[in-house]
């Protein structure tokens, strides 16, 4: 079964999102009385995969997929498995390089006012040109569902968003979502403080 949730690309017209409902998909080409579907072995970084008329490559994968790979190695080539060791081993040096990656600030003293607006004016962007996105980061980092994110969780989402995450600029943007003595970001404040000037 496959479901394909495909990143935003910026000016490019695609938006994201959800592509594919989960489903089996056969391969091209193949007789239609027939049908040969996509199984776990045909999955790696670099492949290209036709769906509906539709090619997708995969670029990367998490931990999970290794695990899994790793636990079910029936299913999978070592080849394929040693490419995914060897692709999550190299991840910090990729993100370095690969265009895109987190944002590398060379700090001054005294810039930290300079940082945390600028990251809420990224925020804001995203607020502006997608409401719905908000909600989205919130709830993506929001997984136990308790109405509420903290300070590691405002880190992966400036991380994801390429956004600086160094301790001090994080621990600013934290204080500016936070009115409750819990010390957590709840939806509301979240979106008040991204769509606030």
Do not use: W
């Amino acid at each position: 079964m496959i479901t394909i949730y495909e990143p935003p690309v910026r000016n490019s017209g695609i938006i994201g999102g959800k592509f594919l409902e989960r489903t089996r998909v056969a391969k091209p080409n193949c007789p239609p009385d027939q049908p040969i579907f996509y199984g776990p072995q045909d999955f790696y970084i670099g492949v290209v995969i036709e769906v509906f008329r539709h090619r997708f490559v995969i670029t990367n994968a998490d931990e999970y997929v290794l695990k899994f790979m790793e636990e079910h190695t029936d299913q999978f080539p070592s080849s394929t498995v040693e490419s995914f060791r060897q692709r999550l081993a190299e991840g910090s040096l990729m993100r370095e390089t690969v265009k895109g990656a987190p944002m590398k600030v060379k700090r001054t003293e005294g810039d930290l006012a300079t940082l945390v607006q600028q990251v809420r004016a990224q925020l804001k962007k995203i607020a502006i040109t997608d409401k719905t996105r908000v909600n989205e980061m919130f709830l993506r980092y929001n997984s136990n569902r308790t109405g509420a994110i903290d300070a590691l969780n405002m880190r992966g989402l400036c991380r994801r968003l390429q956004l600086p995450a160094d301790d001090d600029v994080i621990n600013a943007l934290v204080a500016e979502c936070i009115d409750n003595p819990e010390g957590k970001i709840r939806l509301d404040n979240f979106r008040r403080f991204v769509e606030s000037s």
